[in-house]
């Protein structure tokens, strides 16, 4: 066995990347680095599938890629899978940076991929080169010791596993064992291009730094990322112990309880918290956990601050939570509606807490009809046993309903007015007289 192939199959072992058998879906692009991590594990005798995403970024150049690893694909028996994404249309229309919106789409495609096949994971081939221009990058950005730990050789995200066999390997290694065996690829202008924050740090930052500062500058890059990642990993450990003594983890974290700890643990803690509730990590840099931090502090009910991409951390009283803000599907609910005789008094819980019950008056509901529909700014209602009339907002106030909530509270209506806030009271005027009237029993819940 090679050099480097003994290199990548102790990395394989070493990390637990994946086990005998496994199906494993590769990332290739055509550049150097992907073709020979796909020879590499072909030749490890790896079960494999080939992933190509074309970015609609540069024309010809792109569709010249995409037929070279169709080509290489074939040669090698391997199966391909392969998408066009028009990446600069979506950095537009999500108002984010072209390299944000391609490595989006990437990491998308290698889901659906990696789904489709019944793949365990997906092999991409950040190398050490990567990995020191990583940590270079984020240190720059004022990242703290959990960004300076660089990338993991083996990582999740939104439920993709994913593996870097090449992470310890130099760039150069892998040209070399390309030349010695006659293996071609494909040059991606594109990474020579200033533009790019990466090619400048990888053409001008990093050779200057080698020049003028430490000729293994690499080297001390990696030897650090490495030391950070295996130390948060301790801490990490130690915190979420704390953190989530029960699994699974909690959607929200008590105010109370982060607030009770000293300011470092605080930092770690949120930002551990918020990439197990689904925030992807790369957004989580110092400022990030800054700004979730400040909910901390506030003493309004509720408040949020936006994370990026889509993300929000909410407080609502003492509980903070994470929402990814894309427009969510509008409720659907049920109303069941029987003949009943007499009382089923509901006891109150939380307004709009669901499923609930209630009985109404039959005989002063008739024979109009009941309509369900989510409450408004300005409803207000009777309730039963109280003088005059609330605002629905002074009751979900009250009950401390989160701000954020409340448009999504269903209300029952019956000619016009309010009859009943589920999971509160039915309406004065419309309850059943006597244990003996007839009434309509009531039950909504979410369908």
């Not at 391997?78 to 028009?86: G, K, M, T, W, Y």
């Not at 990437?106 to 190398?127: D, E, I, N, P, S």
């Not at 605080?266 to 992807?280: D, T, V």
């Not at 046993?385 to 999504?408: C, E, H, M, S, W």
Request: one cysteine or more; a positive charge.
């Amino acid at each position: 066995m090679c050099a480097m192939l003994a290199c990548v199959h102790n990395n394989l072992r070493r990390y637990a990347m994946i086990q005998r058998g496994d199906l494993v879906v590769v990332a290739v692009s055509g550049g150097a680095d992907s073709v020979a991590l796909l020879h590499v594990l072909h030749r490890l005798h790896i079960k494999l599938a080939v992933a190509h995403l074309h970015h609609g970024i540069r024309g010809a150049a792109a569709d010249a890629d995409a037929a070279f690893v169709r080509r290489l694909a074939h040669r090698l028996g391997v199966p391909l899978i392969e998408e066009r994404v028009d990446v600069p249309a979506r950095a537009k229309a999500d108002g984010i940076s072209l390299e944000m919106a391609a490595r989006v789409a990437r990491y998308a495609f290698f889901a659906r991929a990696a789904k489709q096949l019944g793949a365990a994971a997906v092999a991409v081939a950040h190398t050490a080169d990567d990995q020191a221009e990583t940590v270079l990058l984020r240190l720059a950005r004022g990242a703290g010791s959990q960004g300076l730990g660089g990338m993991e050789p083996v990582s999740h995200r939104d439920g993709l596993k994913i593996i870097r066999p090449l992470l310890k390997i130099p760039r150069a290694a892998l040209i070399a064992f390309l030349k010695e065996h006659r293996l071609r690829w494909r040059e991606d202008a594109t990474n020579c291009d200033p533009h790019f924050l990466r090619n400048r740090v990888r053409h001008e930052i990093l050779p200057l730094l080698e020049k003028r500062l430490n000729p293994q500058i690499r080297t001390a890059l990696l030897r650090t990322a490495e030391v950070l990642r295996e130390e948060n990993g301790l801490l990490d450990e130690l915190t979420g112990r704390a953190l989530f003594p029960n699994a699974p983890k909690d959607s929200t974290v008590s105010v109370k309880k982060l607030t009770a700890w000293p300011l470092a643990l605080q930092r770690r803690a949120l930002r551990l918290w918020l990439m197990h509730a689904g925030l992807p990590a790369e957004h989580l840099d110092f400022e990030a956990v800054e700004a979730a931090l400040t909910l901390l502090k506030s003493t309004r009910g509720t408040r949020s601050v936006e994370i990026g991409d889509g993300w929000r951390v909410m407080r609502r009283y003492d509980q903070v939570a994470v929402e990814n803000t894309a427009p969510a599907a509008a409720p659907q609910w049920e109303l069941q509606i029987k003949s009943h005789r007499g009382v089923v008094k509901e006891k109150p819980t939380q307004p709009g807490q669901l499923p609930s019950h209630a009985t109404l008056s039959a005989a002063r509901v008739g024979k109009s009809p009941l309509v369900v529909r989510v409450a408004r700014p300005g409803d207000r209602l009777a309730p039963f046993g109280l003088n005059g009339t609330k605002k629905l907002q002074d009751i979900f106030t009250d009950a401390k309903v989160p701000r954020d909530q409340r448009d999504q509270i269903p209300v029952v209506e019956c000619r016009g007015e309010i009859v009943w806030l589920p999971g509160y009271r039915v309406a004065r005027g419309w309850e059943v007289p006597t244990a003996r009237s007839h009434s309509l029993l009531l039950t909504l819940r979410i369908s």
